[in-house]
């Protein structure tokens, strides 16, 4: 398995600021991913960080209001753009390939927007 | 496979009895499949998975079984803990774990001493 962090793992913030929000994994992995996960529901995937290049990103979900960094194989950045109220959200990272043998979680980042 | 609402169903079991999770998958293309368990607080925490070219696997006190056929995949656990008191998710995708997954609504699961 993998040993993943997320910085920070809670926020509270103000309506119309921007957070950034940082993945580290142990090991060199593939493939790295951002999910949003809103109060008590599912997970939905917001992108695919890719490794030298712009990420993937799902329908719905835009660069300007999600933009992601991945400089290299084992860390990556997601921020939150002008948040608003409904962009509270738990954040969680995941990450596959490399050493990994499946698709792995870190422990998610809580956003509240007031 | 999106969220579908803000009221989880809920499967409430009596601590040492088995439990049996379901959920229906969403694409017939799917060919790797995961649980993961989500503890209050806690990001999703893999349990097992299988490959479509399986219609069983084991793990320890767990069992998941997929229904191609009907798209159908559960989770079942044996001896159930207080421990295992929490959120259950089923992911599907194709192309192996190095691909985005589709996430199931979820499961709560809730053992009672």
């Known amino acids: 398995s993998a040993v993943i962090s997320q910085k920070p793992s809670r926020d509270i913030c103000q309506r119309g600021t921007s957070l950034t929000i940082q993945c580290q994994v142990d090991?060199?992995?593939?493939?790295m991913f951002w999910y949003r996960q809103q109060p008590g529901q599912s997970l939905t995937l917001i992108a695919t960080?890719?490794?030298?290049?712009?990420?993937?990103?799902e329908s719905g979900f835009v660069i300007d209001k999600f933009p992601i960094s991945r400089p290299n194989l084992t860390f990556s950045t997601l921020t939150v753009s002008n948040m608003s109220p409904e962009d509270s959200s738990i954040y969680l990272c995941?990450?596959?390939?490399?050493?990994?043998?499946?698709?792995?979680f870190g422990p998610g980042t809580r956003l509240t927007v007031l | 496979g999106e969220s579908v609402g803000l009221h989880l169903p809920t499967l409430s079991v009596q601590e040492g009895d088995n439990s049996i999770i379901n959920c229906a998958y969403s694409?017939?293309?799917?060919?790797?499949f995961i649980w993961y368990k989500q503890e209050s607080g806690k990001g999703p925490q893999f349990i097992i998975d299988?490959?479509?070219?399986?219609d069983k696997r084991q793990g320890q006190r767990v069992t998941v079984l997929l229904n191609k056929t009907v798209k159908h995949l559960s989770l079942q656990i044996a001896a159930t803990q207080p421990g295992d008191s929490a959120v259950y998710f089923c992911?599907?995708?194709?192309?192996?774990?190095?691909?985005?997954?589709?996430f199931g609504t979820g499961t709560l699961l809730a053992v009672q001493p």
């Open positions: 960080a890719n490794q030298g290049s712009e990420a993937t990103y």
């Open positions: 992911a599907e995708t194709s192309g192996g774990a190095t691909n985005k997954l589709i």
């Open positions: 299988i490959r479509s070219n399986m």
């Open positions: 694409n017939s293309a799917s060919d790797y």
């Open positions: 090991s060199q992995v593939t493939m």
């Open positions: 995941s990450v596959a390939g490399g050493y990994t043998d499946t698709q792995y």
